[in-house]
């Protein structure tokens, strides 16, 4: 039997063991939530709501996954043993996200194919079959010595709990949040309509990761993108336009500052430095805006629709409107349950997916609005498709919860985004512009 004494040991430790696997399901979102200073704080975008939200969600699954340590721990056999397995079968989400927090990116992509690749080949299949058996066997055969281990990882790592859990609750007292991404309501600069940009409209969009080769030049049969075929048709194409960086934080400063940005780096939430490719000079960001800022210069009236770039915080200045949207972390929503909601699906397997869904969507509903707008003379739009993950089946144009092939599901949100594409000349047509 128990001491007092070690029965109080056993309870403090199942409970910061079950707290601290939660505390790693949560692991993107508050990395995301509390990153405030330094580098990474100039992607961030907390508001109160959604670090509320998050201790919220990992009081709850941290009381569940508590819930089954105890119960796994227990002398019942039978419910014991299922609670391991439960337990086991939930643990390997936060396990998996400690491996991306250690593991070296090309590692993590190698497995990633491999798997994906034996998923589309009958051999892959059984062999992941057996693979899958054998753990679970494992599990069950010796599911005590297993659930030890995990619980041993699971506190060696808690502190990681202290910091999300502390620094949540010292962001909340101090105020320290930013009220959203989407900043600008409405900043009323240009005034309205001059002369000089009567009836010159322009909507600037850019597709994130779309690529010319395959959705143009070589094209697959099975993919039809009529609304870019139109677009070309009475556009003028350049086919040898290429980006100016692989990365989203170099390229889109490079569009709208006009120069090739070598390198970038946050000088604080509000601002990001750019050092320039030619001439060696470097500037901040919001000093060099570019086009837009000599369509502000002039009285006209910029909207800007975006993700993962806290555009409206840098550009402010020159903006009339604008809306962005962080990667991870923060939401649409704008009750409580429904950000605990939002969150809570942001946890992998199927987080990424149902959180690029409701990031598209949240993209989409607003470019519809601004540009439908006739007091905007420039309304640019940072699109996050076709970037990966896939949410869109090519044969069936309706959105999925999980794709596993890469191929796929890249053709699949090229496909979205024609359909965006078509979504914006419909909007802009039913205004009569």
Known sequence: MFSEKSRRRRSVELTLAGFSLANLCYVRIWSNLLTRHGPPSFFAGARAIDLFAFLVGLTGTGLLLTGLLWLARSRRTGGAVAAAVGVLAIAWIPLNELRRLVAAPHVIT????????????????VLLAVIGGLIAWAVVRFYSQVLTIVIELALIISPLLLYSVGATLWFIAKGDVDPSFESIVDAGHGGGKTAAFSGRRVIFI?????????????????????????????????????????????????????????????????????????????GPWSKN??????????????????????YCRVLKAVLARCASWPLFGASGETSLPRVVASQLVQIPPLGLHAHWRELYELVESRSEREVADPYMDLVFLHVPIPHPPGIYDLKTHEFVLFETDYTRGYLGNLALADVFLGRMRQAIASAGL
């Open 206 to 282: 850019v597709f994130d990761e779309l690529d010319y080769r395959l959705s143009f030049s070589e094209r697959p049969a099975a993919l039809s993108l009529p609304n870019f075929d139109a677009l070309r048709n009475q556009s003028l194409f350049a086919d040898s336009a290429l980006s100016p960086s692989s990365a989203t934080v170099y390229s889109l400063p490079s569009y709208i500052a006009g120069r090739r940005v070598r390198v970038a780096n946050a000088l604080s939430t509000d601002e990001l430095g750019l050092h320039f490719a030619k001439g060696h000079e470097s």
């Open 110 to 125: 190698v497995l990633t194919v491999a798997v994906e690749r034996m998923l589309h080949n009958a051999v892959g299949l």
């Open 289 to 310: 805006t570019g086009f837009l800022g000599r369509i502000d210069g002039e009285g006209g009236r910029i909207s800007l629709v975006g993700y993962r770039l806290p």
